[in-house]
T-cell receptor
């Protein structure tokens, strides 16, 4: 079946430094899946950060960017300069078929300290 | 701003009991879902419900059943809980059933089975 692998566990980064969370995927269909980054801020529910449904395109939101690389089957999340408010758990996900729902990675906890 | 509401936030029960979780969305969406996040933090879809059409993940045990009175409500009943049901259950909604849809999640119900 489908699977998503992302940077494991916790990432700690200083404010104003750059951040990258790696995400690679494996999809079973011959087409291209839709790719998502969801985020859970402390005390809040899981919410969409960005999505890209076309291979080769880039999505961006709140200073984060992710590019759909179909050759490398990757969808890494990057931000050039993080802030304390970016501290959260980030989930990479894919969707191929509405009946199968979203396939999530295990999440990456990002802690930004001043 | 929360628009998918789940109750209760926490529930502790014993093996063999029946439990029921509630979910309501105020977004006017047509589709609702239940996801399960297990102890390994893996998020997996259990059910999706759209216009009275129920799509069940084939790995979901039959003791789980969704219940919907209208498109704004999707409850989850577990007939006879088992220890492996201990998890966080997340309700979500989306505008429609397409595989590029953005999901809006509730804050979750944490179930502990003793």
């Amino acid at each position: 079946g489908d699977s998503v692998t992302q940077t494991e566990g916790q990432v700690t980064v200083s404010e104003s430094k750059s951040l990258i969370i790696n995400c690679t995927y494996s999809a079973t269909s011959i087409g291209y899946p839709n790719l998502f980054w969801y985020v859970r801020y402390p005390g809040e529910g899981l919410q969409l950060l960005l999505k890209v449904i076309t291979a080769g395109q880039k999505g961006s939101s709140r200073g984060f960017e992710a590019t759909y690389n179909k050759e490398a089957t990757s969808f890494h999340l990057q931000k050039a300069s993080v802030q304390e408010s970016d501290s959260a758990v980030y989930y990479c996900a894919l969707s191929e078929n509405y009946a199968q729902g979203l396939t999530f990675g295990l999440g990456t906890r990002v802690s930004v300290f001043p | 701003e929360t628009a998918v509401f789940q109750t209760p936030n926490y529930h502790v029960t014993q093996v063999g009991n029946e439990v029921s979780f509630n979910c309501k969305q105020t977004l006017g969406h047509d589709t609702m879902y239940w996801y399960k996040q297990d102890s390994k933090k893996l998020l997996k879809i259990m059910f999706s419900y759209n216009n009275k059409q129920l799509i069940v993940n084939e790995t979901v045990p039959r003791r789980f059943s969704p219940q919907s009175s209208d498109k704004a409500h999707l409850n989850l009943r577990i007939k006879s809980v088992e220890p492996e049901d201990s998890a966080v259950y997340l309700c979500a909604s989306s505008l429609g059933l397409g595989n590029a849809e953005t999901l809006y999640f509730g804050s979750g119900t944490r179930l502990t089975v003793l």
